[in-house]
Protein backbone atom coordinates (compact mmCIF):
# COMPACT_ATOMS: atom_id res chain seq x y z
CA UNK A 1 0.00 0.00 0.00
CA UNK A 2 1.37 3.58 -0.90
CA UNK A 3 1.35 5.08 2.15
CA UNK A 4 2.60 7.80 4.17
CA UNK A 5 5.87 7.17 6.20
CA UNK A 6 4.77 6.57 9.65
CA UNK A 7 2.35 3.79 8.44
CA UNK A 8 3.57 0.43 8.46
CA UNK A 9 0.72 -2.01 8.68
CA UNK A 10 -1.34 -3.03 5.68
CA UNK A 11 -5.15 -3.95 6.90
CA UNK A 12 -6.08 -5.00 3.10
CA UNK A 13 -9.17 -7.17 3.80
CA UNK A 14 -10.58 -4.30 4.71
CA UNK A 15 -9.50 -1.82 2.30
CA UNK A 16 -9.87 -4.35 -1.00
CA UNK A 17 -12.71 -5.58 -2.83
CA UNK A 18 -13.69 -9.39 -2.28
CA UNK A 19 -14.49 -11.52 -4.93
CA UNK A 20 -17.64 -14.03 -5.83
CA UNK A 21 -17.84 -17.27 -8.09
CA UNK A 22 -16.16 -20.21 -8.00
CA UNK A 23 -13.36 -20.58 -5.38
CA UNK A 24 -11.49 -23.58 -7.05
CA UNK A 25 -11.49 -21.94 -10.40
CA UNK A 26 -10.57 -18.39 -8.81
CA UNK A 27 -7.96 -20.55 -6.39
CA UNK A 28 -6.23 -21.76 -9.81
CA UNK A 29 -6.08 -18.14 -11.10
CA UNK A 30 -4.30 -16.97 -8.11
CA UNK A 31 -1.97 -19.57 -7.87
CA UNK A 32 -0.79 -18.79 -11.50
CA UNK A 33 -0.57 -15.33 -10.69
CA UNK A 34 1.68 -16.02 -8.21
CA UNK A 35 3.84 -18.42 -10.21
CA UNK A 36 4.33 -16.30 -13.03
CA UNK A 37 5.27 -13.62 -10.42
CA UNK A 38 7.95 -15.97 -8.51
CA UNK A 39 9.48 -16.79 -12.25
CA UNK A 40 9.51 -12.92 -12.99
CA UNK A 41 11.66 -12.42 -10.08
CA UNK A 42 9.41 -10.99 -7.39
CA UNK A 43 10.49 -12.61 -3.78
CA UNK A 44 7.93 -14.57 -2.01
CA UNK A 45 7.56 -11.80 0.68
CA UNK A 46 6.68 -9.39 -1.60
CA UNK A 47 3.85 -11.02 -3.39
CA UNK A 48 0.41 -9.84 -0.98
CA UNK A 49 -2.86 -12.40 -1.46
CA UNK A 50 -6.14 -10.52 0.06
CA UNK A 51 -9.49 -11.56 -0.77
CA UNK A 52 -8.69 -13.49 -3.93
CA UNK A 53 -6.77 -10.45 -5.03
CA UNK A 54 -2.99 -10.49 -5.79
CA UNK A 55 -0.15 -7.38 -4.96
CA UNK A 56 3.45 -6.88 -5.48
CA UNK A 57 4.93 -3.75 -3.63
CA UNK A 58 2.35 -3.24 -1.43
CA UNK A 59 0.25 -1.20 -3.79
CA UNK A 60 0.15 -2.84 -7.37
CA UNK A 61 -2.44 -5.54 -8.34
CA UNK A 62 -1.84 -7.89 -10.59
CA UNK A 63 -4.20 -9.09 -12.83
CA UNK A 64 -3.61 -12.67 -14.91
CA UNK A 65 -2.87 -11.00 -18.09
CA UNK A 66 -0.61 -8.89 -16.48
CA UNK A 67 1.49 -11.34 -14.60
CA UNK A 68 1.67 -13.59 -18.51
CA UNK A 69 2.55 -10.60 -19.78
CA UNK A 70 5.68 -10.27 -17.09
CA UNK A 71 7.61 -13.63 -18.60
CA UNK A 72 7.33 -12.55 -22.34
CA UNK A 73 10.19 -10.30 -22.20
CA UNK A 74 13.82 -10.98 -21.85
CA UNK A 75 15.54 -10.66 -18.41
CA UNK A 76 16.61 -7.50 -17.26
CA UNK A 77 19.47 -6.11 -15.36
CA UNK A 78 19.61 -5.68 -11.51
CA UNK A 79 17.86 -1.96 -11.54
CA UNK A 80 14.56 -1.86 -11.78
CA UNK A 81 11.79 1.19 -12.49
CA UNK A 82 9.63 0.39 -14.99
CA UNK A 83 7.25 -3.25 -15.45
CA UNK A 84 7.55 -4.84 -18.78
CA UNK A 85 3.99 -4.14 -19.05
CA UNK A 86 3.46 -0.70 -20.97
CA UNK A 87 0.73 1.39 -22.80
CA UNK A 88 -0.11 0.58 -26.33
CA UNK A 89 0.82 2.99 -29.30
CA UNK A 90 -2.79 2.92 -29.94
CA UNK A 91 -4.10 4.85 -26.46
CA UNK A 92 -3.29 8.37 -26.54
CA UNK A 93 -6.02 9.96 -24.56
CA UNK A 94 -6.53 8.29 -21.14
CA UNK A 95 -9.55 9.73 -18.97
CA UNK A 96 -9.79 9.42 -15.21
CA UNK A 97 -12.68 8.99 -14.34
CA UNK A 98 -13.34 10.23 -10.58
CA UNK A 99 -16.68 8.20 -8.88
CA UNK A 100 -19.40 10.59 -7.18
CA UNK A 101 -18.03 9.80 -3.43
CA UNK A 102 -14.46 10.50 -4.57
CA UNK A 103 -15.77 13.91 -5.68
CA UNK A 104 -17.18 14.73 -2.24
CA UNK A 105 -13.35 14.89 -1.06
CA UNK A 106 -11.98 18.12 -2.64
CA UNK A 107 -8.46 17.62 -1.45
CA UNK A 108 -8.73 14.16 -3.40
CA UNK A 109 -10.48 16.23 -5.99
CA UNK A 110 -8.05 18.77 -6.45
CA UNK A 111 -4.94 16.46 -6.46
CA UNK A 112 -6.42 14.58 -8.99
CA UNK A 113 -6.88 17.29 -11.60
CA UNK A 114 -3.12 18.42 -10.65
CA UNK A 115 -1.82 14.90 -11.12
CA UNK A 116 -3.49 15.08 -14.25
CA UNK A 117 -1.79 18.11 -15.42
CA UNK A 118 1.66 16.66 -14.24
CA UNK A 119 1.60 14.25 -17.22
CA UNK A 120 -0.24 16.55 -19.37
CA UNK A 121 2.78 19.12 -18.93
CA UNK A 122 5.13 17.15 -19.96
CA UNK A 123 4.35 16.87 -23.80
CA UNK A 124 3.93 12.83 -23.59
CA UNK A 125 2.27 10.57 -26.52
CA UNK A 126 -0.16 10.01 -24.23
CA UNK A 127 -2.29 12.68 -22.76
CA UNK A 128 -4.52 12.16 -19.43
CA UNK A 129 -8.45 13.89 -18.78
CA UNK A 130 -10.73 13.88 -16.22
CA UNK A 131 -13.93 12.36 -17.13
CA UNK A 132 -16.87 12.31 -18.24
CA UNK A 133 -15.15 12.73 -21.53
CA UNK A 134 -15.37 11.95 -25.29
CA UNK A 135 -12.42 10.51 -27.73
CA UNK A 136 -11.11 8.40 -24.62
CA UNK A 137 -8.98 5.58 -25.71
CA UNK A 138 -8.89 4.24 -22.64
CA UNK A 139 -10.53 4.63 -18.70
CA UNK A 140 -8.96 4.49 -15.42
CA UNK A 141 -12.24 5.18 -12.56
CA UNK A 142 -10.40 6.64 -9.44
CA UNK A 143 -12.03 5.40 -6.57
CA UNK A 144 -12.07 5.56 -2.23
CA UNK A 145 -11.18 3.45 0.17
CA UNK A 146 -9.98 4.20 3.43
CA UNK A 147 -6.16 5.33 5.22
CA UNK A 148 -4.12 7.78 3.98
CA UNK A 149 -2.88 5.62 0.88
CA UNK A 150 -3.45 4.20 -2.37
CA UNK A 151 -3.46 1.18 -4.68
CA UNK A 152 -3.63 0.47 -8.64
CA UNK A 153 -1.80 -2.30 -10.67
CA UNK A 154 0.01 -2.76 -13.92
CA UNK A 155 -0.85 -2.32 -17.62
CA UNK A 156 -1.90 -5.41 -19.24
CA UNK A 157 -3.17 -6.09 -23.35
CA UNK A 158 -1.79 -2.76 -24.20
CA UNK A 159 -4.20 -0.66 -21.70
CA UNK A 160 -3.91 0.93 -18.77
CA UNK A 161 -4.78 -0.51 -14.99
CA UNK A 162 -8.13 0.42 -15.11
CA UNK A 163 -8.56 1.54 -11.28
CA UNK A 164 -6.95 3.84 -9.09
CA UNK A 165 -7.91 3.72 -5.05
CA UNK A 166 -7.31 6.48 -3.14
CA UNK A 167 -7.37 6.60 0.88
CA UNK A 168 -10.00 9.64 2.31
CA UNK A 169 -7.53 10.02 5.09
CA UNK A 170 -5.76 11.82 2.42
CA UNK A 171 -8.40 14.40 2.65
CA UNK A 172 -6.69 16.08 5.59
CA UNK A 173 -3.59 16.39 3.75
CA UNK A 174 -2.77 19.40 1.42
CA UNK A 175 -3.28 19.60 -2.54
CA UNK A 176 0.32 18.92 -3.04
CA UNK A 177 0.12 15.64 -1.21
CA UNK A 178 -2.66 14.54 -2.81
CA UNK A 179 -1.30 15.51 -5.82
CA UNK A 180 1.48 13.22 -5.41
CA UNK A 181 0.00 10.37 -4.28
CA UNK A 182 -2.29 10.22 -7.39
CA UNK A 183 0.56 10.71 -9.59
CA UNK A 184 2.58 8.21 -8.18
CA UNK A 185 -0.94 5.63 -8.65
CA UNK A 186 -1.87 6.62 -12.29
CA UNK A 187 2.33 5.93 -12.39
CA UNK A 188 1.84 2.67 -11.51
CA UNK A 189 -1.25 2.32 -14.24
CA UNK A 190 1.04 2.92 -16.93
CA UNK A 191 3.65 0.72 -15.73
CA UNK A 192 6.00 2.26 -13.28
CA UNK A 193 7.52 0.10 -10.13
CA UNK A 194 9.01 1.89 -7.65
CA UNK A 195 12.44 3.69 -7.54
CA UNK A 196 13.72 2.37 -4.41
CA UNK A 197 12.14 -0.96 -4.83
CA UNK A 198 15.36 -2.43 -3.84
CA UNK A 199 15.40 -0.83 -0.23
CA UNK A 200 11.92 0.31 0.58
CA UNK A 201 13.08 1.66 3.95
CA UNK A 202 14.50 4.80 2.53
CA UNK A 203 10.94 6.36 1.86
CA UNK A 204 9.51 3.85 4.22
CA UNK A 205 11.94 3.91 7.06
CA UNK A 206 11.55 0.11 7.10
CA UNK A 207 11.13 -2.51 4.47
CA UNK A 208 13.17 -4.17 2.19
CA UNK A 209 14.00 -5.28 -1.11
CA UNK A 210 10.71 -6.05 -3.80
CA UNK A 211 12.44 -8.12 -5.65
CA UNK A 212 15.75 -9.10 -7.40
CA UNK A 213 16.88 -9.01 -11.23
CA UNK A 214 13.64 -10.35 -13.84
CA UNK A 215 11.43 -9.70 -15.91
CA UNK A 216 8.91 -8.01 -13.93
CA UNK A 217 11.18 -4.82 -13.48
CA UNK A 218 13.45 -2.86 -16.08
CA UNK A 219 16.19 -0.11 -15.29
CA UNK A 220 15.05 2.96 -17.35
CA UNK A 221 18.67 4.31 -19.21
CA UNK A 222 19.19 7.86 -17.01
CA UNK A 223 17.94 7.21 -13.98
CA UNK A 224 19.67 6.47 -10.96
CA UNK A 225 20.21 3.01 -9.76
CA UNK A 226 20.25 4.61 -6.01
CA UNK A 227 17.11 6.23 -4.51
CA UNK A 228 17.17 8.99 -2.20
CA UNK A 229 14.43 10.22 0.07
CA UNK A 230 12.05 12.25 -2.16
CA UNK A 231 14.01 11.33 -5.33
CA UNK A 232 11.20 10.79 -7.12
CA UNK A 233 7.23 10.46 -6.93
CA UNK A 234 7.82 6.91 -6.96
CA UNK A 235 9.04 6.39 -4.31
CA UNK A 236 7.58 3.68 -1.78
CA UNK A 237 6.23 6.02 0.79
CA UNK A 238 5.33 9.86 0.89
CA UNK A 239 6.11 12.72 3.63
CA UNK A 240 4.06 15.40 4.52
CA UNK A 241 6.33 17.76 2.72
CA UNK A 242 5.99 16.13 -0.61
CA UNK A 243 5.00 19.20 -3.71
CA UNK A 244 3.64 16.82 -6.30
CA UNK A 245 6.19 17.60 -8.41
CA UNK A 246 8.25 15.73 -10.79
CA UNK A 247 11.73 15.39 -9.96
CA UNK A 248 14.22 15.30 -13.23
CA UNK A 249 14.93 11.78 -13.00
CA UNK A 250 11.15 10.79 -13.39
CA UNK A 251 10.70 12.96 -16.51
CA UNK A 252 13.70 11.15 -17.91
CA UNK A 253 11.53 7.92 -17.66
CA UNK A 254 8.40 9.29 -18.51
CA UNK A 255 9.94 10.45 -21.74
CA UNK A 256 11.97 7.32 -21.93
CA UNK A 257 8.79 5.48 -21.70
CA UNK A 258 6.10 7.48 -23.15
CA UNK A 259 7.97 11.00 -24.52
CA UNK A 260 8.49 12.04 -28.17
CA UNK A 261 9.79 8.84 -30.24
CA UNK A 262 7.11 7.30 -31.99
CA UNK A 263 4.82 10.17 -31.92
CA UNK A 264 1.42 9.61 -33.59
CA UNK A 265 -0.07 11.40 -36.10
CA UNK A 266 -2.12 14.61 -35.24
CA UNK A 267 -5.13 13.01 -37.52
CA UNK A 268 -5.55 10.41 -33.88
CA UNK A 269 -6.38 12.97 -31.56
CA UNK A 270 -9.73 14.63 -31.59
CA UNK A 271 -9.30 17.74 -30.57
CA UNK A 272 -12.59 19.32 -29.30
CA UNK A 273 -12.49 16.55 -26.83
CA UNK A 274 -9.83 18.27 -24.89
CA UNK A 275 -12.24 21.57 -24.14
CA UNK A 276 -11.53 22.60 -20.98
CA UNK A 277 -8.39 21.29 -20.28
CA UNK A 278 -6.56 24.77 -20.75
CA UNK A 279 -2.91 24.16 -21.40
CA UNK A 280 -3.00 20.16 -21.80
CA UNK A 281 -0.22 19.70 -24.70
CA UNK A 282 -0.33 17.20 -26.95
CA UNK A 283 2.76 16.33 -29.31
CA UNK A 284 2.22 14.86 -32.83
CA UNK A 285 3.18 14.36 -36.37
CA UNK A 286 2.08 15.79 -39.96
CA UNK A 287 2.47 14.67 -43.08
CA UNK A 288 2.76 17.51 -45.83
CA UNK A 289 -0.41 19.80 -45.97
CA UNK A 290 -3.50 18.08 -46.53
CA UNK A 291 -5.73 20.91 -48.07
CA UNK A 292 -8.21 21.34 -44.62
CA UNK A 293 -9.61 24.16 -43.45
CA UNK A 294 -8.76 26.50 -40.94
CA UNK A 295 -10.54 29.27 -39.11
CA UNK A 296 -7.77 31.68 -36.98
CA UNK A 297 -4.62 33.41 -36.81
CA UNK A 298 -2.25 32.27 -34.19
CA UNK A 299 -5.35 31.19 -32.23
CA UNK A 300 -7.40 28.51 -34.10
CA UNK A 301 -10.70 27.13 -33.53
CA UNK A 302 -10.37 23.27 -32.27
CA UNK A 303 -12.10 21.99 -35.34
CA UNK A 304 -9.71 23.29 -37.26
CA UNK A 305 -7.14 21.34 -39.41
CA UNK A 306 -4.06 20.94 -37.17
CA UNK A 307 -1.51 20.66 -39.79
CA UNK A 308 -2.51 23.05 -42.06
CA UNK A 309 -3.05 25.21 -39.12
CA UNK A 310 0.79 24.46 -38.16
CA UNK A 311 2.13 25.40 -41.59
CA UNK A 312 0.18 28.43 -41.83
CA UNK A 313 1.70 29.29 -37.87
CA UNK A 314 5.07 28.70 -38.79
CA UNK A 315 5.48 25.94 -36.61
CA UNK A 316 6.33 23.19 -39.30
CA UNK A 317 7.05 23.46 -43.37
CA UNK A 318 4.64 22.26 -45.95
CA UNK A 319 6.47 18.82 -45.90
CA UNK A 320 5.54 18.13 -42.34
CA UNK A 321 7.52 17.62 -39.07
CA UNK A 322 6.55 17.41 -35.68
CA UNK A 323 4.19 19.94 -33.63
CA UNK A 324 2.90 20.78 -29.84
CA UNK A 325 -0.59 22.08 -29.72
CA UNK A 326 -1.37 23.48 -26.44
CA UNK A 327 -5.02 23.50 -25.65
CA UNK A 328 -6.49 27.16 -25.04
CA UNK A 329 -10.22 28.17 -24.14
CA UNK A 330 -12.75 29.14 -26.87
CA UNK A 331 -12.50 32.76 -28.18
CA UNK A 332 -15.02 35.44 -29.45
CA UNK A 333 -14.03 35.93 -32.88
CA UNK A 334 -11.20 34.58 -34.66
CA UNK A 335 -9.69 36.51 -37.81
CA UNK A 336 -8.59 34.87 -41.10
CA UNK A 337 -4.99 35.51 -42.87
CA UNK A 338 -2.99 34.03 -45.44
CA UNK A 339 0.82 32.81 -44.34
CA UNK A 340 2.84 30.32 -45.79
CA UNK A 341 0.57 29.56 -48.82
CA UNK A 342 -2.44 28.34 -46.22
CA UNK A 343 -5.17 30.87 -46.06
CA UNK A 344 -7.38 30.78 -42.87
CA UNK A 345 -11.15 31.83 -42.71
CA UNK A 346 -12.70 34.48 -39.88
CA UNK A 347 -15.12 33.18 -36.96
CA UNK A 348 -17.05 34.82 -34.59
CA UNK A 349 -17.46 32.63 -31.17
CA UNK A 350 -16.08 29.40 -30.73
CA UNK A 351 -16.14 27.09 -27.62
CA UNK A 352 -12.95 25.77 -27.73
CA UNK A 353 -8.94 26.48 -29.52
CA UNK A 354 -5.87 25.59 -29.69
CA UNK A 355 -1.89 27.15 -30.37
CA UNK A 356 0.70 25.30 -32.08
CA UNK A 357 4.48 25.59 -32.14
CA UNK A 358 7.20 23.49 -33.73
CA UNK A 359 10.36 21.68 -31.70
CA UNK A 360 13.15 23.94 -30.02
CA UNK A 361 16.88 23.47 -32.02
CA UNK A 362 18.50 21.59 -29.15
CA UNK A 363 22.11 23.40 -29.12
CA UNK A 364 25.01 21.16 -29.54
CA UNK A 365 26.69 19.04 -26.61
CA UNK A 366 30.10 20.73 -27.48
CA UNK A 367 28.71 24.07 -26.43
CA UNK A 368 28.28 23.05 -23.05
CA UNK A 369 30.96 22.92 -19.66
CA UNK A 370 29.49 20.32 -18.30
CA UNK A 371 32.03 20.05 -15.54
CA UNK A 372 30.81 23.58 -14.72
CA UNK A 373 27.60 21.91 -13.47
CA UNK A 374 28.99 20.02 -10.18
CA UNK A 375 27.17 20.13 -7.56
CA UNK A 376 23.79 20.41 -9.57
CA UNK A 377 23.33 16.65 -9.18
CA UNK A 378 19.95 15.45 -11.26
CA UNK A 379 20.30 18.67 -13.59
CA UNK A 380 19.06 17.21 -17.29
CA UNK A 381 20.81 19.09 -20.23
CA UNK A 382 19.51 18.07 -23.38
CA UNK A 383 21.75 18.40 -26.26
CA UNK A 384 22.62 17.24 -29.85
CA UNK A 385 25.33 15.46 -31.42
CA UNK A 386 27.00 15.47 -34.78
CA UNK A 387 28.74 11.75 -36.54
CA UNK A 388 30.91 10.40 -33.70
CA UNK A 389 34.55 10.14 -35.10
CA UNK A 390 36.56 10.19 -31.52
CA UNK A 391 36.48 12.02 -28.22
CA UNK A 392 37.95 10.53 -24.87
CA UNK A 393 35.92 9.19 -22.62
CA UNK A 394 36.38 7.84 -18.57
CA UNK A 395 33.94 5.34 -17.45
CA UNK A 396 31.09 2.73 -18.25
CA UNK A 397 27.45 4.02 -17.22
CA UNK A 398 28.64 7.05 -15.17
CA UNK A 399 31.58 9.08 -17.12
CA UNK A 400 33.54 11.70 -15.75
CA UNK A 401 32.50 15.21 -16.88
CA UNK A 402 35.02 16.38 -18.80
CA UNK A 403 34.67 13.24 -20.80
CA UNK A 404 33.28 13.78 -25.10
CA UNK A 405 29.39 13.58 -23.85
CA UNK A 406 28.45 12.32 -27.70
CA UNK A 407 31.56 9.67 -27.75
CA UNK A 408 30.11 8.61 -23.97
CA UNK A 409 26.48 8.55 -26.17
CA UNK A 410 27.31 6.24 -28.60
CA UNK A 411 28.91 4.29 -25.43
CA UNK A 412 25.92 3.90 -23.51
CA UNK A 413 23.72 3.42 -26.39
CA UNK A 414 21.72 6.80 -25.96
CA UNK A 415 22.84 7.37 -29.61
CA UNK A 416 24.15 5.88 -33.03
CA UNK A 417 27.53 6.78 -34.42
CA UNK A 418 25.53 8.95 -36.93
CA UNK A 419 24.72 11.28 -33.95
CA UNK A 420 21.16 12.54 -32.36
CA UNK A 421 19.91 14.01 -29.21
CA UNK A 422 20.72 12.83 -26.29
CA UNK A 423 20.47 13.97 -22.37
CA UNK A 424 23.11 14.53 -20.06
CA UNK A 425 22.65 13.93 -16.24
CA UNK A 426 24.41 15.82 -14.07
CA UNK A 427 25.66 12.98 -11.38
CA UNK A 428 28.12 12.98 -8.15
CA UNK A 429 31.62 11.89 -8.56
CA UNK A 430 32.91 9.05 -7.87
CA UNK A 431 35.91 7.23 -6.17
CA UNK A 432 36.71 5.18 -9.35
CA UNK A 433 35.96 4.78 -13.17
CA UNK A 434 35.74 1.49 -15.14
CA UNK A 435 36.63 1.39 -18.61
CA UNK A 436 35.12 -0.85 -21.18
CA UNK A 437 34.29 -1.14 -25.08
CA UNK A 438 30.72 -0.79 -26.25
CA UNK A 439 29.21 -0.26 -29.66
CA UNK A 440 32.74 1.01 -31.18
CA UNK A 441 33.95 3.11 -28.55
CA UNK A 442 36.61 2.25 -25.95
CA UNK A 443 36.46 4.34 -22.62
CA UNK A 444 39.54 4.55 -20.20
CA UNK A 445 39.50 3.31 -16.49
CA UNK A 446 40.53 6.46 -14.01
CA UNK A 447 39.94 7.03 -10.36
CA UNK A 448 38.69 9.54 -8.24
CA UNK A 449 37.28 12.35 -9.80
CA UNK A 450 35.13 15.15 -8.69
CA UNK A 451 31.79 15.27 -11.20
CA UNK A 452 30.29 12.47 -13.32
CA UNK A 453 26.97 12.80 -15.65
CA UNK A 454 25.60 9.65 -17.53
CA UNK A 455 23.57 9.74 -20.49
CA UNK A 456 20.28 8.55 -21.43
CA UNK A 457 18.45 8.57 -24.78
Avoid at 102 to 122: K, P, V
Avoid at 229 to 245: A, I, K, L
Avoid at 280 to 298: K, P
Amino acid sequence: MFKKTAVIAVTCGALLAGCGGDPRAEQAVQDEIVSNLLQAGFPAHDILVSDGDVYVGRDAHVTLEASREMLQAPLASEEQYRTTNQVGTGVTKICVNPTADFNTYNMLSQGLDLAIANYNERGLRLTFARGPSTGCTANITAQTMGGTGGSAGFPSGGLPYGIINIGTGLNSYSADVNEHVITHELGHAIGFRHSDYYNRSISCNVGGDEGDAGVGAIHIPGTPTTAVVGGSVMNSCFRDSETGEWTGSDITALNALYGTSGVASCATYNVPSYRGQNGTRIQCTCAAATGGTVWGTDVYTDDSSVCDASIHAGAIPASGGTVTLTIQPGQSSYTGSTRNGITTNAYGAWGGSFTVSGQTPVAACSTYNFTSYRGQNGTQIRCSCPAVSGGTVWGTDLYTDDSSACAAGVHAGAIPASGGTLTVTIRPGQSSYTGTTRNGITTLSYGAWSGSFSISP
